[in-house]
Antibody, heavy 120, light 109 residues
Framework: EVQLLESGGGLVQPGGSLRLSCAAS????????MSWVRQAPGKGLEWVSSISGSGSSTFYADSVKGRFTISRDNSKNTLNLQMDSLRAEDTAIYYC?????????????WGQGTLVTVSS | QSALTQPRSVSGSPGQSVTISCTGI?????????VSWYQQHPGKAPKLMIY???KRPSGVPDRFSGSKSANTASLTISGLQAEDEADYYC?????????FGGGTKLTVL
């Protein structure tokens, strides 16, 4: 059974940093592109970043480029998102999601999300 | 990286059919056959309902169908049921990025 469990969310001041993690199980982690998608309170879904199965290719939304860094540890089946220079508009639930096949942008499994609140 | 355009809300009675549109541009919806649709109930994670424009993951009822014409994709739900009431999001690959629609709230009357 595929499971994705996010952690690392919390309250952080503007300008601060936070590192999210997603522990994956139930599938061959290194074989799939993984993504982070966020949802601000009462708002829609917003793609944040994706990383290829090997970790060699990364992709970012313009809204987070230069501030967020996606990475993965295939030996530990873990996906990470380092978030720096956080802004109030980064407040959201952050979901990790697994590609439906290798390098697809479409995600068939999602975690339950972790809440990030950026506020002073 | 502009969001895809979806109607804010649609509604239908049980047993009826509804269609939700999703309009993009030639560099996202129009340029790729990687359009997906997600259902989200309040407080829950999104659930994949349609991928590759018209394919259904296992377990998704065949009442859900997808299509695409030029820069507009559509999700049709036939035989509406109460449990279909949810938010629906379209999503498209755009090469080096991914773009979601703003979401459509489906109300089952």
């Amino acid at each position: 059974e595929v499971q994705l469990l996010e952690s690392g969310g919390g309250l952080v001041q503007p300008g601060g940093s936070l590192r999210l993690s997603c522990a994956a199980s139930g599938f061959t982690f290194s074989g799939y592109l993984m993504s982070w998608v966020r949802q601000a309170p009462g708002k829609g879904l917003e793609w944040v970043s994706s990383i290829s199965g090997s970790g060699s290719s990364t992709f970012y939304a313009d809204s987070v480029k230069g501030r967020f860094t996606i990475s993965r540890d295939n030996s530990k089946n873990t996906l990470n998102l380092q978030m720096d220079s956080l802004r109030a508009e980064d407040t959201a639930i952050y979901y990790c999601a697994k590609a439906i096949r290798g390098s697809s942008s479409e995600s068939d499994y999602w975690g339950q999300g972790t809440l990030v609140t950026v506020s002073s | 990286q502009s969001a895809l355009t979806q109607p804010r809300s649609v509604s239908g009675s049980p047993g009826q059919s509804v269609t939700i549109s999703c309009t993009g541009i030639s560099s996202d919806v129009g340029g790729y056959n990687y359009v997906s649709w997600y259902q989200q109930h309040p407080g829950k994670a999104p659930k994949l309902m349609i991928y590759d424009v018209s394919k259904r993951p296992s377990g998704v009822p065949d009442r859900f169908s997808g299509s695409k014409s030029a820069n507009t994709a559509s999700l049709t739900i036939s035989g509406l049921q109460a449990e279909d009431e949810a938010d629906y999001y379209c999503c498209s690959d755009a090469g080096t990025y991914v773009v979601f629609g703003g979401g459509t709230k489906l109300t089952v009357l």
